[in-house]
Protein backbone atom coordinates (compact mmCIF):
# COMPACT_ATOMS: atom_id res chain seq x y z
CA UNK A 1 0.00 0.00 0.00
CA UNK A 2 3.05 2.33 0.92
CA UNK A 3 4.38 1.60 -2.66
CA UNK A 4 1.17 2.35 -4.20
CA UNK A 5 0.74 5.58 -2.44
CA UNK A 6 4.40 6.98 -3.32
CA UNK A 7 3.79 5.64 -7.16
CA UNK A 8 0.55 7.89 -7.26
CA UNK A 9 2.06 10.74 -5.56
CA UNK A 10 5.33 10.42 -8.74
CA UNK A 11 2.62 10.18 -11.02
CA UNK A 12 0.93 13.69 -9.23
CA UNK A 13 4.30 15.50 -9.53
CA UNK A 14 5.29 14.34 -12.92
CA UNK A 15 6.21 17.54 -14.92
CA UNK A 16 5.27 17.35 -19.41
CA UNK A 17 7.91 18.48 -20.94
CA UNK A 18 5.80 19.23 -23.79
CA UNK A 19 4.11 22.41 -21.92
CA UNK A 20 7.27 24.27 -22.40
CA UNK A 21 6.52 24.50 -26.37
CA UNK A 22 4.05 27.24 -25.62
CA UNK A 23 5.84 30.50 -24.35
CA UNK A 24 3.02 32.32 -23.18
CA UNK A 25 2.33 30.32 -20.64
CA UNK A 26 4.01 31.77 -17.16
CA UNK A 27 4.85 29.19 -14.59
CA UNK A 28 5.12 29.89 -10.89
CA UNK A 29 7.41 28.68 -8.25
CA UNK A 30 7.29 29.45 -4.51
CA UNK A 31 10.43 28.60 -3.12
CA UNK A 32 10.58 27.07 0.11
CA UNK A 33 13.67 26.27 -0.05
CA UNK A 34 15.58 26.27 3.27
CA UNK A 35 13.18 28.72 4.96
CA UNK A 36 11.19 26.04 6.47
CA UNK A 37 14.54 25.42 9.03
CA UNK A 38 13.62 21.76 9.46
CA UNK A 39 10.29 21.99 10.31
CA UNK A 40 8.41 19.55 8.45
CA UNK A 41 5.05 21.21 10.16
CA UNK A 42 6.46 24.80 8.67
CA UNK A 43 7.28 23.22 5.69
CA UNK A 44 3.59 22.05 5.08
CA UNK A 45 2.10 25.64 6.41
CA UNK A 46 4.40 27.16 3.17
CA UNK A 47 2.75 24.42 1.03
CA UNK A 48 -0.73 25.43 1.85
CA UNK A 49 0.05 28.95 1.24
CA UNK A 50 1.75 28.43 -1.74
CA UNK A 51 -1.72 26.31 -2.99
CA UNK A 52 -3.69 29.10 -1.71
CA UNK A 53 -1.80 31.40 -4.24
CA UNK A 54 -2.15 29.34 -7.25
CA UNK A 55 1.24 28.74 -7.88
CA UNK A 56 2.12 25.68 -9.77
CA UNK A 57 5.02 24.35 -7.73
CA UNK A 58 6.60 24.56 -4.46
CA UNK A 59 10.16 24.04 -4.37
CA UNK A 60 12.85 22.79 -1.98
CA UNK A 61 16.48 22.14 -1.39
CA UNK A 62 17.96 19.00 -1.25
CA UNK A 63 21.77 18.64 0.00
CA UNK A 64 23.95 15.50 1.14
CA UNK A 65 25.97 18.26 4.04
CA UNK A 66 28.51 15.98 4.06
CA UNK A 67 29.51 16.46 0.63
CA UNK A 68 28.07 19.83 -0.27
CA UNK A 69 29.72 21.61 3.07
CA UNK A 70 33.54 22.44 1.73
CA UNK A 71 36.15 20.89 4.13
CA UNK A 72 37.21 24.29 5.63
CA UNK A 73 33.70 25.17 6.58
CA UNK A 74 32.64 21.73 8.25
CA UNK A 75 33.69 22.75 11.60
CA UNK A 76 32.96 26.57 11.97
CA UNK A 77 31.13 27.57 14.56
CA UNK A 78 26.90 29.11 13.40
CA UNK A 79 26.06 31.23 16.39
CA UNK A 80 22.48 31.74 17.73
CA UNK A 81 20.69 29.22 15.89
CA UNK A 82 17.36 27.97 16.95
CA UNK A 83 19.54 25.17 17.95
CA UNK A 84 22.08 27.05 20.35
CA UNK A 85 25.66 27.20 18.83
CA UNK A 86 26.65 24.47 16.12
CA UNK A 87 29.22 23.75 13.72
CA UNK A 88 27.86 24.69 10.25
CA UNK A 89 27.63 21.09 9.51
CA UNK A 90 25.57 20.25 12.21
CA UNK A 91 23.55 23.08 11.10
CA UNK A 92 23.28 21.84 7.52
CA UNK A 93 22.20 18.52 9.00
CA UNK A 94 19.68 20.18 10.90
CA UNK A 95 17.86 21.87 8.27
CA UNK A 96 17.63 18.78 5.80
CA UNK A 97 14.92 16.50 5.12
CA UNK A 98 14.60 12.69 4.25
CA UNK A 99 12.82 10.42 3.17
CA UNK A 100 10.29 10.10 5.93
CA UNK A 101 9.62 14.09 5.49
CA UNK A 102 10.01 13.79 1.53
CA UNK A 103 7.18 11.23 1.32
CA UNK A 104 5.32 13.52 3.48
CA UNK A 105 5.50 16.46 1.56
CA UNK A 106 4.58 14.67 -1.63
CA UNK A 107 1.52 13.04 0.01
CA UNK A 108 0.99 16.64 1.53
CA UNK A 109 1.12 18.14 -2.17
CA UNK A 110 -0.50 15.66 -4.17
CA UNK A 111 -3.66 16.62 -1.21
CA UNK A 112 -3.17 20.08 -1.94
CA UNK A 113 -2.85 19.96 -5.46
CA UNK A 114 0.64 21.65 -6.19
CA UNK A 115 3.72 20.02 -7.77
CA UNK A 116 7.38 20.21 -5.86
CA UNK A 117 10.47 19.83 -6.54
CA UNK A 118 13.85 20.99 -5.26
CA UNK A 119 17.19 22.46 -6.31
CA UNK A 120 19.46 18.92 -6.17
CA UNK A 121 23.58 20.32 -4.99
CA UNK A 122 24.73 16.82 -5.66
CA UNK A 123 24.63 13.36 -7.08
CA UNK A 124 23.12 11.60 -4.21
CA UNK A 125 20.60 14.29 -4.25
CA UNK A 126 19.72 13.49 -7.85
CA UNK A 127 19.14 10.38 -6.96
CA UNK A 128 16.89 10.62 -4.00
CA UNK A 129 14.80 13.07 -5.66
CA UNK A 130 14.01 11.21 -8.90
CA UNK A 131 12.41 9.16 -6.50
CA UNK A 132 9.31 11.95 -6.57
CA UNK A 133 9.71 13.98 -9.90
CA UNK A 134 11.09 14.32 -13.13
CA UNK A 135 12.13 17.81 -13.06
CA UNK A 136 14.87 19.45 -10.99
CA UNK A 137 16.79 22.78 -10.73
CA UNK A 138 20.82 23.20 -10.74
CA UNK A 139 21.24 26.65 -8.41
CA UNK A 140 23.43 29.41 -9.27
CA UNK A 141 25.79 28.33 -6.87
CA UNK A 142 26.47 25.21 -9.13
CA UNK A 143 26.56 25.63 -12.82
CA UNK A 144 30.81 25.57 -13.05
CA UNK A 145 30.31 22.20 -11.93
CA UNK A 146 29.61 20.19 -15.05
CA UNK A 147 30.09 16.66 -13.54
CA UNK A 148 26.84 17.31 -11.88
CA UNK A 149 25.28 19.59 -14.63
CA UNK A 150 25.91 16.68 -16.75
CA UNK A 151 24.41 13.77 -14.60
CA UNK A 152 21.49 16.01 -13.35
CA UNK A 153 20.47 16.12 -17.08
CA UNK A 154 20.57 12.86 -17.33
CA UNK A 155 18.37 12.14 -14.59
CA UNK A 156 16.01 14.36 -15.07
CA UNK A 157 13.60 15.03 -17.83
CA UNK A 158 13.27 18.79 -18.12
CA UNK A 159 16.18 20.42 -16.03
CA UNK A 160 16.13 24.09 -14.98
CA UNK A 161 19.61 26.43 -13.97
CA UNK A 162 19.90 29.69 -12.43
CA UNK A 163 22.88 32.31 -13.78
CA UNK A 164 23.32 34.49 -10.40
CA UNK A 165 27.39 34.88 -9.48
CA UNK A 166 28.24 34.40 -13.03
CA UNK A 167 30.10 35.30 -16.45
CA UNK A 168 28.18 34.96 -19.53
CA UNK A 169 31.89 32.86 -20.10
CA UNK A 170 30.62 30.54 -17.49
CA UNK A 171 26.64 30.97 -18.60
CA UNK A 172 27.84 29.70 -22.13
CA UNK A 173 29.54 26.70 -20.55
CA UNK A 174 26.87 25.63 -18.48
CA UNK A 175 24.28 25.74 -20.85
CA UNK A 176 26.47 23.83 -23.91
CA UNK A 177 27.29 21.15 -21.02
CA UNK A 178 23.62 20.87 -19.25
CA UNK A 179 21.47 21.49 -22.12
CA UNK A 180 19.07 23.15 -19.58
CA UNK A 181 15.50 23.52 -20.49
CA UNK A 182 14.81 26.73 -18.37
CA UNK A 183 17.31 29.33 -17.51
CA UNK A 184 16.71 31.60 -15.13
CA UNK A 185 18.34 34.78 -14.57
CA UNK A 186 18.83 35.95 -11.23
CA UNK A 187 20.92 38.21 -8.80
CA UNK A 188 22.34 36.58 -6.04
CA UNK A 189 22.42 38.92 -3.11
CA UNK A 190 20.10 38.42 -0.10
CA UNK A 191 18.18 40.29 -0.84
CA UNK A 192 19.19 42.08 -4.13
CA UNK A 193 19.58 46.10 -4.83
CA UNK A 194 16.69 47.18 -7.34
CA UNK A 195 19.24 49.06 -9.59
CA UNK A 196 21.67 45.84 -9.97
CA UNK A 197 18.33 43.59 -10.87
CA UNK A 198 19.74 44.65 -15.12
CA UNK A 199 16.33 42.70 -16.07
CA UNK A 200 17.15 43.40 -19.78
CA UNK A 201 19.38 40.61 -19.81
CA UNK A 202 16.53 38.56 -19.85
CA UNK A 203 15.87 39.86 -23.33
CA UNK A 204 19.71 38.69 -23.93
CA UNK A 205 18.66 35.85 -22.95
CA UNK A 206 15.92 34.98 -25.13
CA UNK A 207 17.54 36.13 -28.34
CA UNK A 208 20.49 34.66 -27.52
CA UNK A 209 18.73 31.26 -26.64
CA UNK A 210 15.23 31.43 -28.65
CA UNK A 211 14.78 27.47 -28.00
CA UNK A 212 14.67 27.76 -24.44
CA UNK A 213 12.43 28.41 -22.01
CA UNK A 214 13.45 31.99 -19.85
CA UNK A 215 12.94 31.98 -16.30
CA UNK A 216 13.33 34.96 -13.52
CA UNK A 217 14.40 33.91 -9.83
CA UNK A 218 13.72 37.35 -7.47
CA UNK A 219 15.35 38.42 -4.41
CA UNK A 220 14.17 41.61 -4.01
CA UNK A 221 12.34 43.60 -1.71
CA UNK A 222 8.64 44.04 -3.32
CA UNK A 223 7.15 42.58 -6.56
CA UNK A 224 6.92 45.30 -8.42
CA UNK A 225 10.08 44.51 -10.33
CA UNK A 226 9.07 41.12 -10.95
CA UNK A 227 5.75 41.98 -12.39
CA UNK A 228 7.94 43.99 -14.69
CA UNK A 229 9.66 40.78 -15.72
CA UNK A 230 6.28 39.10 -17.54
CA UNK A 231 6.22 41.38 -20.69
CA UNK A 232 10.23 41.07 -20.99
CA UNK A 233 8.84 37.73 -22.09
CA UNK A 234 9.67 35.21 -18.91
CA UNK A 235 8.18 32.01 -19.09
CA UNK A 236 8.87 30.87 -15.24
CA UNK A 237 9.22 33.08 -12.51
CA UNK A 238 10.58 32.19 -9.01
CA UNK A 239 10.13 33.85 -5.48
CA UNK A 240 11.19 32.95 -2.48
CA UNK A 241 8.19 32.59 0.44
CA UNK A 242 7.91 32.52 4.23
CA UNK A 243 5.22 32.95 6.41
CA UNK A 244 7.29 35.67 8.07
CA UNK A 245 10.21 38.13 6.91
CA UNK A 246 11.73 38.33 10.58
CA UNK A 247 12.09 34.94 11.10
CA UNK A 248 15.50 32.98 11.46
CA UNK A 249 17.08 32.27 8.76
CA UNK A 250 19.51 33.43 5.93
CA UNK A 251 16.80 33.59 2.92
CA UNK A 252 13.69 34.87 5.26
CA UNK A 253 14.45 38.52 4.19
CA UNK A 254 14.57 38.20 0.35
CA UNK A 255 11.45 36.03 0.68
CA UNK A 256 7.76 37.22 0.00
CA UNK A 257 5.33 36.49 3.00
CA UNK A 258 1.96 34.80 2.24
CA UNK A 259 -0.30 37.97 1.17
CA UNK A 260 2.24 38.99 -1.15
CA UNK A 261 2.88 35.44 -3.28
CA UNK A 262 -1.39 35.77 -3.06
CA UNK A 263 -0.73 39.08 -4.90
CA UNK A 264 1.97 38.49 -7.25
CA UNK A 265 0.40 35.23 -8.82
CA UNK A 266 -2.76 37.65 -8.81
CA UNK A 267 -0.83 40.08 -10.83
CA UNK A 268 1.26 38.14 -13.06
CA UNK A 269 -2.09 36.20 -14.29
CA UNK A 270 -3.66 40.10 -14.68
CA UNK A 271 -0.41 41.15 -16.64
CA UNK A 272 -0.73 37.73 -18.99
CA UNK A 273 -4.40 38.38 -19.82
CA UNK A 274 -3.71 42.51 -20.72
CA UNK A 275 -0.76 42.05 -22.73
CA UNK A 276 -2.52 40.99 -25.23
CA UNK A 277 -1.07 40.57 -29.35
CA UNK A 278 1.42 42.59 -31.06
CA UNK A 279 -0.70 43.69 -33.97
CA UNK A 280 -2.67 46.21 -36.00
CA UNK A 281 -5.13 47.74 -32.93
CA UNK A 282 -7.81 45.68 -32.20
CA UNK A 283 -12.02 47.30 -31.82
CA UNK A 284 -13.10 45.35 -28.92
CA UNK A 285 -17.06 44.57 -28.51
CA UNK A 286 -16.74 46.20 -25.22
CA UNK A 287 -15.21 49.96 -27.02
CA UNK A 288 -18.52 49.96 -29.72
CA UNK A 289 -21.03 51.36 -27.41
CA UNK A 290 -18.86 54.21 -25.79
CA UNK A 291 -18.37 54.79 -29.86
CA UNK A 292 -21.53 55.50 -31.09
CA UNK A 293 -22.22 57.45 -28.16
CA UNK A 294 -19.18 59.61 -29.05
CA UNK A 295 -18.86 59.21 -32.45
CA UNK A 296 -22.50 58.70 -33.80
CA UNK A 297 -21.30 55.29 -35.95
Avoid at 106 to 113: F, I, Q, V
Avoid at 217 to 241: C, D, K, M, Q, Y
Wanted: charge should be neutral; charged fraction near 25%; glycine fraction near 6%.
Amino acid sequence: MIFLVMDTNKQFNLFDKSLLTNKKDVFIISEVGINHNGSLELAKKLIDVASVAGCDFVKFQKRTPHLCVPDHQKNLMKKNTPWGDLTYLDYKLKIEFGKEEYDELALHCMNKGIKFFASVWDKPSCDFMTQYTNIAKIPSALITDHELLTYARSRFDTLLISTGMSTEEEIEAAIRVGNPDVIFHTNSAYPSKTEELNLLYLQHLEEKYPQKSIGYSGHEFGLVTTFATIPLGVNWVERHITLERTMWGSDQLASVEPIGIIKLVKGIRAIQSALGVKKERIMFDSELEKRKSLRGN
